[in-house]
């Protein structure tokens, strides 16, 4: 894991904050959270060092010792409350009044999950958990090794986890399709026709979106399962940074939904 990984994310959410105002908010809270984030990462790095090793597909399994980290989630929820819109605000504040016992139970709930289970827009605590979790996962996945998996199973090889966003990037003469996972932001090779939800392979039955505001991502959805994933062709636009532009693109979310499609996995915020 290199640092830039983050100082990229910060940086892409400031470029479409400003190229994309009715996306404002939501970016730059994300780019306060990336930056949060960003300092929990090497706050582990420090607190773990290469203890924390984990091989194979064991991320889910490997031990959790909170004890070094809980003091960590509650300078988080005292960050977050100075920089959170009102519903997550509240629920870092309630939190934080709950103290250690609470916060333990949280994040080894959190931690310990079905890959199946995303927080919803409604639940600020369950929101706030992945927030803290998600660069410990990280900081886990990159002292990890993948185990090779086919390209038509859509889950992550290392945590199990369910894929955020979809990825084209450049080969050869055309474009190679990889997912990124939306716990430990692990990305890993998918056939570009399939489906990533049910493995949907007629073709007609897959639908592509695009709009022209936003012509380097497209919406991918299955009639078959009615669920949906965006892509971010990178052959279109090499600056994009996935996990940011999925993040900013809420016109593509609502045209799914106008057509009663379901996201695959929601993002940070529940979305």
Not at 59 to 86: K, M, T, V, Y
Not at 202 to 224: G, M, P, S, W
Request: with cysteine; hydrophobic share 40%.
């Amino acid at each position: 894991m290199s640092r830039s990984k983050w100082d990229q994310r910060i940086a892409r959410a400031e470029a479409l904050a400003e190229k994309h105002p009715f996306a404002g908010e939501i970016l730059r809270f994300y780019k306060e959270v990336a930056s949060l984030q960003r300092d929990l990462y090497l706050a582990f790095e420090k607190i773990f060092g290469e203890v924390f090793n984990v091989s194979g597909n064991a991320l889910l399994d490997a031990d959790l010792n909170l004890d070094p980290i809980l003091p960590r989630f509650g300078e988080f929820l005292s960050r977050i409350q100075a920089i959170a819109p009102g519903p997550i605000r509240a629920s870092a504040s309630n939190l934080q009044s709950q103290g250690h016992a609470r916060w333990r139970d949280l994040l080894i709930s959190s931690w310990r999950s079905s890959p199946d289970f995303q927080p919803v827009a409604d639940d600020g605590e369950a929101l706030l958990a992945s927030m803290f979790l998600q660069p410990l996962a990280e900081f886990a996945a990159d002292r990890s090794t993948a185990q090779p998996r086919s390209e038509t199973l859509a889950i992550c090889p290392l945590c199990n986890g369910r894929p955020l966003v979809g990825v084209l990037r450049p080969e050869g003469d055309g474009a190679k399709r990889s997912l990124i996972c939306s716990r430990c932001a692990t990305e890993w090779a998918f056939r570009r026709i399939v489906c990533p939800a049910c493995g949907e392979e007629t073709v007609e039955k897959l639908a592509i979106y695009t709009a022209d505001e936003f012509q380097h991502v497209r919406v991918e959805a299955c009639d078959t399962c009615r669920y949906y994933i965006k892509t971010v062709d990178l052959t279109k636009n090499g600056h994009a940074v996935p996990v940011v532009d999925e993040l900013a693109t809420i016109p593509l979310n609502l045209w799914a939904q106008e057509h009663d499609y379901v996201k695959l996995r929601a993002n940070f915020l529940g979305i």
